[in-house]
């Protein structure tokens, strides 16, 4: 059974820093990983989607790893901002339709 | 742009009532899929439906049924709501042939609180 990890649970930076997220899979078998950021009481906003044919994708400040033999993955943040703070999402995706197994999610505080 | 919209954010109801949240997508999506969203669970899958008129169960789908009458529009409903089914509901749809650049697009969520 997939189970995907999310450490840390929760982390607070100063503005300006550079940080990783980090996401860990049992299952290597996946069509691609995901990464979702969530604002409180908000609805999922995915941010980059690597397949599993790839290691890593970026979009602006974001970059994005997937290492499958090892089941793992990591979302790094360039020069954090206070906007960036949410909870972040780490999924993958299992069977032909789609579905997808989330993590925990990892809350991020950025302070000014 | 994509859009998947929730018929309530907010929602409060009574222990025994019959609950119906709504959820409709305009991007023409066969897949739609229903999550809740508890503290220290995640999100976890309750029901989906890959066409009109059909439905699978995802990993959690007691207490709840599904209705797909039309593509754009999937209903999850509580038959007799429960204290224990006070939770953030969400819902997804994507793309049926799923290639491995798809993604889910989410709705904003429903928060129901059962009395």
Redesign the interface.
Known sequence: KQEVTQIPAALSVPEGENLVLNCSFTDSAIYNLQWFRQDPGKGLTSLLLIQSSQREQTSGRLNASLDKSSGRSTLYIAASQPGDSATYLCAVTRGSQGNLIFGKGTKLSVKP | DVK?TQSSRYLVKRTGEKVFLECVQDMDHE?M?WYRQDP????R?IY?S?DVKMKEK?DIPEGYSVSREKKERFSLILESASTNQTS?Y?C?S???Y?S??????????T?LTVL
Do not use: E, H
């Open positions: 998947v897949n899929f220290g669970l995640g999100l899958l989906f890959y995802g953030m969400l997804a994507s793309l049926q799923y491995n650049s798809d993604t889910q697009y989410f709705g904003p969520g928060r």
